[in-house]
């Protein structure tokens, strides 16, 4: 299914270019635009879009109507992913964006639309979940610091690690914590930033040295590598001087999940109401994946697969997937509570885990990438994944014997499985 995008712009020319950007794409379909703040909102509520692109400045008033339509438009939807389209680098923007958390937001400068697919990648990244900030715009953020020593050196790290286009994944791995801990770091960070402006020391003169070239060397290195790939591979794939289409082999755990009686649920549902829901849905298993610390591999329809232990090595990767699950079956449940005063069918997920060796390659070519995992653990996910009903999770012995922490369940008896000669046992974790 496309990510369908709502267009808003009062400029006709702006407006025409973006869409024929978005157009080109066979994954993304514009389905509606807008000039103003009222058409904006009327629109999109109409439409009921995966992603709002817009403007900032907008009629009647040309402040911040953009944002102001972005934050009303999650209230009423909150899986809406939003990118901001802007002329401006004013770090109080950015800021009044990511007021309310950097989750399923993007901010990115017009006069660097042209630069190979950054709007693209996005729109890709805030549908699921993810945040999407200009390079320009971290420069404008740290530029109005002042004073020596106002920052901790903690904080000149992340602000390092920020600047060198870090995804926020990538930097929780480095500082040995959670994605969510990161993420509350970094807006805490650019507060603190913004709000020092006034003067500056010779300190202040360093960092900004270090943040520009920072940003030099990850142009030069092949900045675009790091909006394309899951979980800084980007970095990896530079440090280890790997190349396209190499592979590695990696012990893994990898987890999918499948929404039950969806072909019925799509049938009885309206196509704007249906695409919301599974908007929502996506943007809770993400986040539910990236708190173990998971990559997302990819969204087909209403089925998710994700890897523990790659492109990263991880020791305790079993117990990741099992405590994904767990959390993807709860938020699906918070999500589900929600749909119901609306009159929305419930999501039952089943999910499938298998651990085991497995082939990690990097396909395609620098304009577009994909990180793969395939092998015989993968093809068995998706054979356990289609054992477990609505609330429940079935692993592999193997991810059963790996798990440093048991679980309660039930061992289900040996069955064969197509592609495997000798029947397969596994474990299921019934729905709490």
Do not use: C
């Not at 389209?85 to 800021?95: F, G, M, R």
């Not at 908007?279 to 990819?298: D, F, K, P, S, Y």
């Amino acid at each position: 299914m496309a990510i369908s995008v709502f267009l808003a712009d009062d400029n006709l020319i702006v407006r025409m270019g973006v869409r024929a950007l978005l157009d080109r794409e066979p994954d993304l379909e514009v389905v509606g635009v807008a000039a103003d703040y009222d058409e904006l909102l009327a629109g999109a509520e109409a439409a009921a879009p995966q992603v709002l692109v817009s403007d900032i400045r907008m009629p009647p008033t040309f402040q911040r109507e953009g944002i102001e339509a972005a934050k009303e438009l999650r209230k009423r939807h909150p899986g809406t992913g939003v990118v901001i389209l802007s002329q401006y680098d004013d770090p109080e923007y950015a800021i009044s964006l990511l007021s309310d958390g950097a989750a399923g937001y993007g901010y990115l400068l017009k006069d660097r639309l042209a630069e190979g697919d950054q709007l693209v990648q996005a729109v890709r990244s805030v549908a699921t979940g993810g945040t999407a900030l200009d390079p320009a715009i971290v420069n404008a953020l740290v530029t109005p610091v002042t004073g020596d020593g106002d920052l901790t050196p903690g904080e000149e790290e992340l602000l390092r690690l920020v600047a060198e286009g870090r995804p926020i994944k990538a930097i929780a791995v480095a500082r040995h914590t959670t994605a969510e801990a990161v993420a509350d770091e970094v807006e805490k960070l650019f507060l603190t930033l913004a709000q020092g402006a006034s003067g500056g020391g010779a300190r202040s003169l360093r960092r900004l040295r270090l943040l520009h070239q920072a940003i030099v060397d990850r142009e030069e290195q092949g900045e675009t590598l790091s909006r394309l790939l899951p979980g800084g591979l980007a970095e990896k794939l530079r440090r280890d001087g790997r190349h396209l289409g190499e592979s590695e082999e990696v012990d893994v755990t990898v987890l999918m999940s499948d929404v039950r009686g969806y072909s019925g649920i799509a049938e009885r549902a309206e196509p704007i109401a249906l695409a919301t829901q599974l908007n929502e849905h996506r943007a809770a298993m993400n986040h539910a994946i990236l708190g173990q610390e998971g990559t997302v591999m990819q969204f087909v329809g209403d089925a998710v697969m994700a890897v523990f232990g790659a492109p990263f090595p991880q020791e305790d990767h079993a117990d990741r997937a099992v405590a994904a699950a767990a959390a993807m079956h709860a938020a699906q449940s918070e999500v589900n509570a929600r749909w119901a005063s609306a009159g929305l069918a419930p999501f039952g997920l089943g999910i499938g885990l298998s651990t085991g060796r497995a082939a990690a390659a990097l396909l395609g070519s620098e304009e577009r990438l994909e990180y793969t995992i395939v092998g015989d653990t993968v093809n068995l996910t998706q054979r356990l994944q289609q054992w477990a009903e609505a609330g429940e999770t079935v692993l592999s012995e193997p991810t059963r014997a790996a798990l440093r922490t048991p679980v309660d369940g039930v061992v289900l008896p040996p069955e064969l499985v197509k592609g495997r000669a000798s029947p397969v046992g596994a474990f299921k974790i019934r729905a709490s």
